[in-house]
C-alpha cells in the first residue's frame, strides 16, 4: 500500500486544517487507519484510528472533540478534520493503516500498523 499524506500547513491558534492520506495502491476500505504525530523531541503519539468499514472510530485523549477521522471510499482516502487547534499539536503527521481486524489497544500503537505514508507537517502559531 502506497500511502500519501497531505494538507499540512500553518495555521493560527484556534484555527482548522483538514489532513488527507490517499492510497494509490490498494483499497483503504480494507484497512483500519491510523493518524499519528511527532512533534521534534517527543515521541510519537497516537491520534486517532478508523477500523475498516468505518465501523469505529478512535481519538487520543488530547485531540479528543476537537478531532475527527472519516473516510470517503469513493476518493480512496481518509481525512482527519482538526479544529481548534493548539500550538502544541505543532507535529509531523503520518497515516498508517492496519490489515485485518485490530482491537483498540492495537490501533493505538504504532508500532503494529503495516504501511505508512511520509508525514505531512502542521504548524500552529500566532
Known amino acids: 500500500v502506497q500511502l500519501q499524506a497531505s494538507g499540512g500547513g500553518l495555521v493560527q491558534p484556534g484555527g482548522s486544517l483538514r489532513l488527507s492520506c490517499a492510497a494509490s495502491e490498494g483499497t483503504l476500505s480494507n484497512y483500519a487507519v491510523g493518524w499519528f504525530r511527532q512533534a521534534p523531541g517527543k515521541e510519537r503519539e497516537f491520534v486517532a484510528a478508523?477500523?475498516?468499514?468505518?465501523?469505529?472510530?478512535y481519538y487520543g485523549n488530547s485531540v479528543k472533540g476537537r478531532f475527527t477521522i472519516s473516510r470517503d471510499n469513493a476518493k480512496n482516502t481518509v481525512y482527519l478534520q482538526m479544529s481548534s487547534l493548539k500550538p502544541e499539536d505543532t507535529a509531523i503527521y503520518f497515516c498508517?493503516?492496519?490489515?485485518?481486524?485490530?482491537?483498540?489497544?492495537?490501533?493505538?500503537?504504532?508500532?503494529?500498523?503495516?504501511?505508512w505514508g511520509q508525514g505531512t507537517q502542521v504548524t500552529v502559531s500566532s
Open positions: 478508523s477500523r475498516r468499514n468505518s465501523g469505529s472510530t
Open positions: 498508517a493503516v492496519k490489515e485485518g481486524w485490530p482491537i483498540m489497544s492495537t490501533m493505538m500503537n504504532g508500532d503494529m500498523y503495516d504501511y
